[in-house]
């Protein structure tokens, strides 16, 4: 069993940047797609990023397209999303998600194992 568990999270101000991790442990990610999520106040939550298992495909929401990257590190087990010139209206929980079949797709239902989530929270 997978466990995931993100860190990195704070308070910032609008512009800033963010380097969030998301660390695994119970067995190895290296074949797993894997995927950011976020959930503002209010709302459902919904896809921002995902990369496959060799890290070769990225894929972006587009309101995060030239702002995030998302990156891995194999052998460290763990997935990272940096993130810059940070709005307000990316204030969220985000999560990170593992997809044993390594599809990278933007479907919630995909992925097999999820972490706590931790907050982001951008000010103007």
């Known amino acids: 069993q997978v466990q995931l568990v993100e860190s990195g999270g704070g308070l910032v101000q609008a512009g800033d940047s963010l380097r969030l991790s998301c660390a695994a442990s119970g067995g190895t990610i290296s074949y797993y797609a894997m995927g950011w999520f976020r959930q503002a106040p209010g709302k459902e939550r919904e896809y921002v990023s995902s990369?496959?298992?060799?890290?070769?495909?990225?894929y972006y929401t587009d309101s995060v397209k030239g702002r995030f990257t998302i990156s891995r590190d194999n052998a460290k087990n763990t997935v990272y999303l940096q993130m810059d010139s940070l709005k307000p209206e990316d204030t969220a929980v985000y999560y990170c998600?593992?997809?044993?079949?390594?599809?990278?797709?933007?479907?919630?239902?995909?992925?097999?194992?999820w972490g706590q989530g931790t907050q982001v929270t951008v000010s103007s």
């Open positions: 998600a593992a997809d044993r079949y390594n599809l990278a797709r933007r479907v919630q239902n995909d992925y097999d194992y």
């Open positions: 990369i496959t298992s060799s890290g070769i495909s990225l």
